[in-house]
């Protein structure tokens, strides 16, 4: 990866510098379905994300449409990892990664899921994702 | 996404059915550089991946390379969800990312990132993405 170590989270583990990442697991409920099956919507809500958390894409989203549901799958490749999106419209929801391989603050996910898609309700984790231990 | 329910994990949470997938975050350490910088190596991983787990692509997956590390980003879009890789060849280590919204037994990690990356030491962690509460 492109990742400038002295922009990774250091942690001391025994005694060693290590260097870490950020994953973010985001699970979105309640979500009107249309918004999950409208890329527009979707790439919408990639585009915030890397607008506000400052990211650097490299190229371009790539989307996939699921015929028998219409849910959806966007990936986003990121100087500093990658943002990926699954949609279930079926079910009102959608998981979303955010895996920063630099520090960075989170934004407010749960605004950001209600304002962009609807959601009701949200389920946020945050990972350590150690590259250099 | 276009996962059909009735192969989803099923559990009983406060006695409503919900569905999940599975994401396996995976860090792999003393990997010899270059398997880490070498596409061949890394779409290797992947389709053995595919293979074992029984996981259906969808197109082609998708890979860059950070010119200033050598460093690998791939994705690979799955019926069942994705694969992602990032790897790290200036700290000999890579964080890969397997979601099946499918239920699916784990294969080997520990086996399968030694003889395909040369990994020393993983860390495997598992976690349940619910999309229907």
């Known amino acids: 990866m492109g990742c400038a170590p ?9 005694e060693e510098l290590a260097l870490a990442g950020i ?4 699970e979105a409920f309640g979500c009107p379905e ?3 099956r409208t890329l527009e919507t979707l790439d919408n809500l990639f585009r915030t994300i890397v607008s506000e958390m400052k ?3 490299v190229g371009n989203s790539v989307w996939h449409r699921f015929p028998d549901t ?4 966007g990936f986003w490749l990121l100087q500093e990892s990658h943002l990926a999106i699954h949609t279930f419209p079926e079910f009102q929801s959608a998981c979303l990664n955010v895996f ?3 520090e960075r603050p989170p ?6 899921m209600a304002g962009l898609l609807g959601a009701t ?13």
Chains 1, 2 share one sequence.
């Open 107 to 112: 934004i407010d996910w749960e605004s950001k």
């Open 23 to 26: 994953e973010w697991l985001i």
């Open 6 to 14: 002295s922009f990774g989270i250091q942690i001391l583990i025994e």
């Open 100 to 102: 920063c391989c630099t």
């Open 34 to 36: 249309g918004a999950l």
């Open 121 to 133: 309700e949200i389920r946020v984790r945050e990972y350590l994702r150690i590259y250099k231990k």
């Open 70 to 73: 219409g849910g959806m799958t």
């Open 55 to 57: 990211l650097k894409p």
